[in-house]
């Protein structure tokens, strides 16, 4: 893959896996490009990716990627561990509460420190480490090269689809699917396409991705945390 844009930290594709196709943001540098951000300077909630595409243009920055990262609670509050530049704003939560998207295990976190980017189980998250940013999800796709046991090949149960990845060499990747798909089939394409070892589910139904580069210029949305990368 060859990075599209000037500073050859970032690229974007097309992939298309069981009849389906995902729209692809690889961060060839995670460090110095991600952030999650939930409140704007004046303390209110973004809620939108056009209200953070705003947002980062009063910083002076250029919004290449956005998309919602992360489950949200009915105020548009983080759902479990929210950690922002440096700042732990919500503590992880570690109950094995309903089978929800959020609970069903394992469910991780996908943080970055100053150097580079993971993604780790809920259990094994070691916050002894100089977090800059972190949000909690679940589940996890995959844990180890492993599709998550609990999904079921040709499951029935599809939406729109949104995660994240990591391969070996810490590249990190967003994927939304375009269509509806099953988490299996979702899991799949971390493991099997994108050749991710670690992989966490963000959301459902309710997914925008903001990708210029594929002229995807979802601006709408009502959500709690985002991810953005800008130049």
Not at 211 to 219: Q, T, V, Y
Request: glycine share 10%.
């Amino acid at each position: 893959m060859k990075p599209t844009t000037k500073s050859g930290k970032t690229n974007a594709m097309q992939l298309n896996y069981a009849g389906a196709r995902y729209d692809v943001f690889v961060v060839n540098n995670p460090a110095q490009n991600i952030q999650l951000f939930w409140k704007g300077a004046n303390g209110a909630i973004l809620r939108s990716l056009g209200n953070l595409k705003a947002y980062t243009a009063s910083k002076g920055k250029k919004l290449l990627f956005a998309a919602n990262a992360g489950m949200y609670t009915t105020e548009n509050g983080p759902k479990g561990l929210y950690i922002e530049n440096g700042k732990e704003l919500r503590r992880i939560d570690l109950k094995k509460g309903p089978k929800t998207n959020f609970y069903m295990q394992p469910n991780g976190v996908f943080y970055t420190t100053a150097q580079h980017a993971y993604i780790t189980t809920s259990e094994t998250f070691n916050k002894k480490e100089k977090v800059v940013f972190a949000t909690q999800s679940g589940p996890m796709l995959v844990v180890d090269g492993v599709v998550n046991s609990q999904f079921t090949k040709g499951s029935a149960n599809i939406n729109i689809r949104n995660g994240v990845g990591i391969d070996k060499d810490g590249r990190v990747y967003f994927v939304i699917s375009d269509g509806l798909v099953n988490l299996y089939d979702f899991a799949m394409i971390f493991k099997d396409k994108l050749h991710c070892p670690q992989a966490l589910f963000l959301d459902g139904g309710i997914s925008r991705t903001y990708l210029p580069e594929l002229k995807r210029m979802d601006l709408d949305g009502d959500f709690g945390v985002m991810v953005g990368v800008t130049e």
